[in-house]
């Protein structure tokens, strides 16, 4: 079954259409935990809002998430400090922690699994980048550890460890959340005007708006076809596996990640840019056939991730000629921690409240790194490729994904069934006439 755990043990609520124009303070597009989050937040502060969003509510990439809380981002504490300095990475890590705290104290109120667990990230070739992360730690004034016996089936150099981070069932969450919140479901946003957003079943004035679409959708402002990829990561969920008490992950990106849910094993790997070749599923079922012999395999999916140029995700104003436009994205594989980083830090910005976050996240910073250079080969390369079925977000050309059945997008992600329909953004709209 390619569906995630999430959607079975949870009923959604269901929200009306849009139908007739709308005036709001505060207009909030998608309907994923970000989009979700920023509602709440603002509810919580008594603004004027509304959410709207094309499909379903956590119907996209939030459904698809392994659902780890929290700070520790892979090693990204010695990159940050190396390249931002110690008061950045020390920021970054409050922040992060903060969110953290937050979901604890919205998750006492509402029945979804929350679980304090350690979080580790383990390296598997040098131990030289463990040293390093637990120097840079160090410095900014955080108490990491040392793991090297790591109860799992696999070759470790060596691992950081966070102490009481947390898990939990993102949907039960979010769906107890999102209950009395003011939602338009199946109401698709068709442009973004000056303060004046045009959907499917009216025209909204809003005097601000928050785009959380996971990728931001509008090209002419803030140039996000070059600050972003996204990436592809694979799951499945194992029964009588392994109780691993807690949550690992490889530090490269390219090995697996652990972390139970109830008497399931979720199992994660196989990850690549959207649109390139990479171990999906296979690698997996190999390990799981050679490590859990006596395991069941019961569903497996897959989720997308916005990458960012410099590990940190963009939360903040669109772009510098945008002041009433705001955009949450680039949560770099972990977004249940900046899913409430950026409704906390929007919700300020939106409210005319200080918040000393507002700078580090900005998505307007530097967009000076390697990973840029990277990203536009990629764009120039697939745009001058001769193809027949190319996205109609830019024009890149499409590759046929063989393991889920899919055209994908290898520029900015954009996905497609065979027949042509839309799987996940930025592109908005489908692409007809694809044939295998």
Known sequence: MIN??????????????LKTDAKTDVLIIGGGIAGILCAYMLKQAGAEYMLVEADRICQGITRNTTAKITAQHGLIYDKLLKKYGVDAARMYLEANLTAVEKYRELCSQIDCYFERRDSVVYAADTLRKIENELAALEKIGFAAEFAGDLPLPISAVGAVKFRNQAQFHPLKFLYALAENLNIYEHTKVLAIGRNEVITSGGRISAEKTIVATHFPFLNKHGSYFFKLYQSRSYVIALEAAQNVDGMYIDESGKGLSFRNYKDLLLLGGGSCRTGKKGGGWQ?????????????KEVCRWATQDCMSLDGMPYIGQYSKNTPNLYAATGFNKWGMSSAMVSAMLLSDLILGKENEYAELFSPSRTVLTPQLAVNAAEAVINLITPTAPRCPHMGCALKYNKAEHSWDCPCHGSRFTENGVLLDNPATGDKRGIEV
């Open 4 to 17: 995630s755990i999430w959607p079975e043990a949870s009923t959604a609520p269901k929200f009306e259409a």
């Open 283 to 295: 690698v997996l079922n190999e390990f799981a056939q050679k490590q859990y012999p006596d395991a």
